[in-house]
């Protein structure tokens, strides 16, 4: 029997980020995606079909300083996120992660999930600006062309290289 989607899902967000390997990084939770509620309803998002998940988009609201932050590279992804507080003014949008299962990319699944989630937030916060920290070329094109199409810059921390 195959894996499910969701497992697939899960493999290929481990095999792209290793987050077991790095606790600077966030890892998603019961927890996390609790959290993620509260700050904003459009924080993750997924494309299901009837064998289940296909894609999942993360997005993180959070203010133009702790994004300065964490470009840099002064505080890592999981202090972002504990930094970031539910009621804050959010300004920034940092664009954590897109995943798509193979047979359904190239499609704009991650692209339109993701503007959708920014213009969720943009509707309720005066968004200025976009971050991302890329793992794959495919992530840096993404979030660049979300960017263009959103009307927002686009600041980026150093890619991520693997130790």
């Not at 989630?117 to 600006?129: D, M, T």
Request: glycine content about 6%; proline content about 6%; hydrophobic content about 40%.
């Amino acid at each position: 029997m195959s894996p499910d989607n969701l497992t697939r899902l899960q493999n290929l967000a481990e095999e792209t980020f290793r987050t077991r390997q790095d606790p600077d990084q966030l890892s998603v939770d019961e927890e996390v995606m609790g959290r993620l509620h509260a700050l904003h309803p459009c924080t993750l998002t997924q494309e299901n079909t009837p064998d289940g998940p296909i894609a999942w988009i993360l997005v993180i609201p959070t203010t133009t300083m702790l994004m300065q932050e964490f470009v840099a590279g002064r505080i890592s992804e999981r202090k972002l996120f504990l930094r970031t507080q539910p009621g804050d003014r959010f300004t920034a949008l940092y664009l954590c992660s897109a995943l798509v299962l193979e047979e359904y990319r190239g499609k704009g699944l991650a692209k339109r999930l993701m503007i959708k989630a920014v213009e969720g937030i943009r509707a309720e916060y005066p968004i200025e600006a976009l971050f991302s920290w890329e793992f794959t070329m495919a992530g840096k094109h993404l979030a660049r062309a979300i960017a263009r199409a959103c009307g927002l810059p686009c600041h980026e921390r150093a890619p991520h290289t693997s130790t």
